[in-house]
Nanobody, 118 residues
Framework: QVQLVESGGELVQPGGSLRLSCAAS????????MGWFRQAPGKERELLAS???????YYADSVKDRFSISRDIAMNNVYLQMSSLKAEDTAVYYC????????????WGQGTQVTVSS
């Protein structure tokens, strides 16, 4: 099973940018679909972006054109580049991995806090 550790969350002003990193170990991310989720207080966890083994990407409407997911297979890292951040982007952000044939994301990181505030 792959282990995931997120980093990069911090306090940022509205309109600012931030890049989150997800360091994977134990297995290569090339065999997984990788996703970024977030959960704000009192809200359900939501899928923001994903990248398939093929490299195809998906974005939720709420972050399309502002967020970008990428991966570095050699480094075994996944990234989420966020721009034009808004107060409503404040949440704990999670990286997750989905095994081939699985309908669910099976492995999760511990999360990293992103706070957008002036």
């Amino acid at each position: 099973q792959v282990q995931l550790v997120e980093s990069g969350g911090e306090l940022v002003q509205p309109g600012g940018s931030l890049r989150l990193s997800c360091a994977a170990s134990g297995r290569t991310i090339s065999i997984y679909a990788m996703g970024w989720f977030r959960q704000a207080p009192g809200k359900e966890r939501e899928l923001l972006a994903s990248i398939r083994r093929s490299g195809d990407t998906y974005y939720a409407d709420s972050v399309k054109d502002r967020f970008s997911i990428s991966r570095d297979i050699a480094m075994n890292n996944v990234y989420l580049q966020m721009s034009s951040l808004k107060a409503e982007d404040t949440a704990v952000y999670y990286c997750a991995a989905q095994r081939v044939g699985s309908g669910n994301y099976d492995s999760w990181g511990q999360g990293t806090q992103v706070t957008v505030s002036s």
